[in-house]
């Protein structure tokens, strides 16, 4: 099969090298309008040859949009108003409302199929690509039924080549799902990263001291604007709630502490060591 | 050098390992109340022998207390109360103003050294210690100037062994430092992860959805309380002052995402980067 790649990052990169080794792809066409990108890609063979738009989308069988979200919505109409119905188009945005939603009267509506693979990193570009990034991950497929069966069927051969587990969801649950389990601890490593920031103004030293713990927390603060941004604007009434309720839990443990209430603030610890029952299963 | 070890958990037992692979301490006794916990440091050779506290204390040469902050205020005094002049006594506590407190005007202040290794993880117990867990992290000592000079160089001399640089500060300075880098990142894993189970009340498939960035953000809410909440408890003036900070920078982000205020958010990510370069050079 040949696909074309539309945006050869960390996500688009991953995929790459992944469907080449399990040889789903024979031919993997590049598209970004970043050439330094392009350039790595082919250095790191991830890509066998870099594409213009029109070439790389009437040349492949699959073609996998890997831009940041706003790009996304923007990138997805024209790449449907250019291919038959033998072809089929994913995407791996982090929101999907306002994807699927960019081409719902769109005569070629059934050809594309909303996809999120649930890994990323705080890096990106093609040299912080790896092929087992998805493995034993959640891959979601939103609105299945408003993809054409064998499209569906492709994306979901795909997937499962990229070692994931496939969930299926409504684009909007997704949505909601997202901003509790990735897009807040984005904000809220942000936040981290900024407090300490501000204090370190006074107290030079203060990083001195970061152990492993420190890191672990902020390590989400590296990730690009570039990214997260567009997320955060496309997913911003969920987002809003889940900081809200972020906010509202902190406030719990500020209120505990002031009042010296140590009996609640050990039910507000308890209560948070569940996580380990949860995500150590 | 005959050391005991009051406390042999995660940090005791991984200093006591670490001092024994270097030849550090030829034999090391152990003391603690829990059982379980004493019966694992034999059997993981951890430790020589099981003490009682008063032979403990008498046979060795260097005690370390390695217990949460709260009992370790209690048990210096009683320490300091039963050693010479030619014994030397440290701790690893995360809150130093309130064990440097508790023996302020105790006739034998001299031969404690107030310490604190920059190493930690979400689990405890005798099981999860490692030799290199301290290796190129920070140890920070605090109010030198109150120690005798040969305990001051023993206790360094101990930090070099655990392969840790020496930081020195003053008790007050360490715990605003350690409510910022620290203390508060465990209170956003805290607050983050309660955030996220009260959403999962509703929404039961939420943890599927769970990445590796979210895993990282959250790490820390696995830690235990009965070390935890003697931390929050000493220290809750920095602490207050930290979380403040930390809900005021989050108020920054839901301002900017109700007003549609895209150009203070972008800002506030690029601040939040600058993260990068600090933790990675």
Known sequence: MKISIIGVGLIGGSIALKLKQKNTADFIYGIDSNIDNLA??????????????????????????????????????????????????????????????SVENHPKRSRFVA????????????????????????????????????????????????????????????????????HISHITSYALANTVLEKEKEEETIFQLASSGFSSTVRLAKSHPEMWLPIFKQNKENVLDALNEHISQLRKFKSALEKDNFEFLEELITNANKIRGILDK
Chains 1, 2 share one sequence.
């Open 115 to 182: 996809f999120h693979p649930m890994w990323g990193t705080e890096n990106h570009g093609p040299k912080s690509a790896v092929a087992a990034s998805f493995s034993g991950k959640a891959g979601v497929i939103c609105d299945r039924e408003k993809s054409a069966k064998d499209a569906l069927e492709l994306v979901e051969s795909v997937v499962l080549d990229l070692d994931m587990h496939i969930i299926h969801m409504s684009a909007e649950d997704h949505d909601i799902h997202t901003a509790y389990i990735s």
């Open 40 to 101: 790595d890609a082919l250095q790191l063979n991830i890509i066998n040859e870099k594409a213009d738009f029109k070439t790389g989308i009437e040349s492949a069988d699959l073609i996998i949009i890997a831009v940041p979200v706003d790009s996304a919505v923007k990138i997805l109409p024209q790449v449907l108003d250019l291919i038959s119905d033998h072809q089929t188009v994913m995407d791996v945005g982090s929101t999907k409302s306002g994807i699927v939603k």
